[in-house]
């Protein structure tokens, strides 16, 4: 049995700096990754099989359109392979969230049946497999602190991070990438990426602080209650900056350490029982 760990990604800032004419939206975004979510187990099976597990499982679904099967289908005809396994997915991130929960599962999956199957692609074909999957495998595949542009293929590496501490929250309402993108007006921004590496959490919130997410105001518009996250999380002891992450609905609160960010999680959870929240160390630093 392989097990992988599948963690949420987070947009530390995101910039829509264009339009293509397909309709994609090209970004500049700083991608990181939480010490937070789902986990894939695989083992062998004359076919292919998905169970789904956990907290948030309820919200996908097991068969059909979704993205764990979807990339297990295509790494098995790319690497011309039968495709069994039995795959276990414990999901514990929500859904439509702003985070990647279902392109990091997707990334874990190839991963481990690459493994499974004692097969590899070189890079260039197994980033354009990723990218065939969704515009965030790429990133997730990584897993490493990114410069993220493009529609999600351009990927370079991020300067050095500090060590620091994020709490997630979300409030359990989806919503839709697609409807966000529709929703953004204003013109677009210019790409604008971090090129020198902070010297702790607070030089590391002060940089983000000049740079944004260019999504939030259409997420807010949608669902209000993304600005209430925001405030909550901007006024707990210890938040060095509140951001939402992705299209949301997810938000995050940026601390120093450990003690901060738990504290601030405990409170948060007291006073929006509703709310998923959950504190996580800063990866791959």
């Known amino acids: 049995m392989i097990t992988v760990f ?26 990181v990754f ?15 099989r998905l169970e789904v ?6 919200q996908i679904p097991a068969e059909g359109e979704n993205i764990v099967l979807k990339a297990a289908r295509l790494l ?9 396994a039995a795959i276990r997915l414990t999901k514990r991130l929500p859904v439509a ?21 004692n097969v590899a692609l070189p890079d260039d074909r197994l980033r354009a497999l990723a990218l065939a999957i969704g515009a965030d495998v790429p990133v997730c ?79 807010v518009s949608i669902e209000p209650v993304v600005g209430e996250m925001l405030v909550e999380l901007a006024a707990s002891s210890g938040c060095l ?11 995050f609160g940026l601390y120093a350490g450990q003690a901060e960010a738990e504290a601030a999680a405990a409170r948060l959870r007291a006073a929006r029982p509703g709310w998923w929240i959950a504190p996580a160390e800063l990866l791959g630093r």
């Not at 597990?53 to 309820?58: H, R, S, Y």
């Not at 969230?97 to 199957?117: N, Q, T, Y």
């Open 53 to 58: 597990a956990g907290p948030t499982a309820g």
């Open 6 to 31: 599948a963690p949420a990604k987070l947009n530390l800032s995101l910039h829509v700096t264009g339009k293509r004419a397909d309709g994609y939206h090209l970004l500049d975004s700083l991608v």
């Open 141 to 219: 595949l990584a897993g490493v602190p990114t410069r993220m542009s493009g529609i999600g293929e351009v990927l370079e590496p991020a300067p050095a991070l500090p060590p620091a501490w994020l709490v997630l929250v979300n409030p359990m309402v989806p919503l839709h990438t697609p409807a966000v993108f529709k929703a953004r007006t204003g013109p677009f921004s210019p790409a604008d990426p971090l090129t020198e590496s902070p010297a702790d959490a607070a030089g590391l919130a002060r940089a983000l602080a000049a740079r944004r997410n260019d999504l939030t105001p259409a997420a």
């Open 76 to 84: 098995a005809e790319a690497v011309g392979t039968a495709g069994g």
């Open 241 to 251: 900056l509140a951001r939402m992450s992705g299209s949301g609905a997810t938000c």
């Open 97 to 117: 969230a702003g985070i990647g929960g279902g392109s990091a599962d997707a990334a874990a999956a190839l991963k481990g049946l690459m493994r499974l199957w």
């Open 34 to 48: 939480a010490g937070v979510g789902d986990t894939l187990e695989i083992g062998e099976a004359d076919g292919l």
